[in-house]
């Protein structure tokens, strides 16, 4: 089939969404499908083309302006102007930027559309506009895909399926030492404050920091900051500890049998974690203050694990892709 992924960034941007949708990509790429990612050019210098190839995906990027209240207007503009890309696509699968498509949707409205949303905006509760926003995607959608079950908890979405993203394999290789890893963006929004709370209490413990944003030089102190990086896995692997609070870097420590600390500051945020299959192995806590027992997980508990994991390769997140369209 021709597949086309449409989502704001892509690779070789770093991020949740720009991962999961490379690895999905490649997978169905080594299964006869083209694959096309149509994205938002955020980076104009670096991407003058607007087009490149990796690993057999398609990458095409757009540009549609500055941030403002016209914005969404030259992006739908630009849709209708390139509506022939869509119409000759088998499957349009829109991750999280479903408005985007909203031209679109009555131009070509016998093609089915899919959508995998992702989050949410980072803002605690979810604003009313965000949550009629999500509902409206999926009136406009034909399936779709939570990632995580809070989602529909705290949107009141009904989605097709439910994942929490992938990882390439499993590699158990768990350790007891003092080296603690964080993975992730160095905003409010994601809980540094209580991060930093828990950097504090650790005695003797050296902190590898990943990840950039405002608390950066707040964190100077009780780490090294390195910023974001393109292959987190290979920096996981070699912690003892890993502290995150997104589902791709999680699932990538627990996949190297990792301890992993998930502190959160809302009720959202504690089902974010709490809901996913997984969490019984994590540290889940809104208090920074008390430090666990970093014990490594015993034989038992990593034969546990390995069953839970071995459901959430990207082969089988792929598997889900492939059996949504088919419905």
């Not at 990943?210 to 950066?216: A, K, L, V």
């Not at 999680?250 to 959160?264: D, T």
């Not at 490594?296 to 949504?324: C, N």
């Amino acid at each position: 089939m021709k597949i086309l992924f449409l989502t704001r960034r892509a690779y070789p941007h770093i991020g949740g969404v720009e991962k999961h949708t490379l690895k999905v990509a490649q997978e169905l790429t080594t299964r006869g499908h083209t694959v096309t990612i149509l994205a938002e050019n955020h980076d104009p210098l670096h991407l003058s083309s607007g087009q490149y190839t990796f690993h057999s995906v398609d990458f095409n990027f757009f540009s549609c302006g500055r941030d403002s209240f016209l914005k969404k207007f030259h992006i739908w503009w630009w849709m209708i102007k390139n509506v022939r890309v869509f119409a000759l696509a088998d499957v349009i699968h829109i991750h999280d930027i479903v408005i985007w498509y909203l031209p679109l949707r009555f131009l070509l409205f016998w093609k089915p559309v899919y959508a995998t949303f992702h989050g949410y905006e980072g803002v605690f509760p979810p604003t009313r506009k965000a949550i009629f926003l999500r509902r409206l995607s999926e009136l406009l959608t034909s399936k779709t895909i939570d990632v995580g079950a809070y989602l529909h908890t705290w949107y009141g979405t009904h989605p097709d399926e439910v994942m929490y993203g992938g990882i390439d394999n499993i590699d158990f290789s768990p350790t007891s030492g003092k080296h603690v890893v964080f993975v992730g963006r160095l905003e409010k929004d994601i809980g540094m404050e209580l991060y930093i709370k828990f950097f504090r209490k650790l005695k003797g413990y050296t902190i590898d920091i990943y990840g950039d944003g405002s608390y950066r030089s707040s964190l100077l102190q009780y780490g090294t900051v390195h910023g974001f990086v393109k292959n987190s896995e290979k920096f996981i692997k070699n912690a003892d500890i890993v502290c995150a609070s997104s589902y791709l870097t999680i699932l990538e420590a627990l996949a190297f049998g990792k301890r992993v600390v998930a502190l959160y500051d809302n009720p959202l945020k504690k089902d974010y974690i709490e809901q996913a299959p997984f969490a019984k192995w994590l540290y889940l806590s809104d208090n920074p203050e008390k430090l666990p027992d970093f014990k490594k997980f015993s034989q038992k508990e990593l034969g546990e694990l390995q069953s839970v994991l071995q459901t959430m390769t990207w082969h089988h997140v792929t598997d889900i892709y492939e059996s949504l369209w088919k419905k």
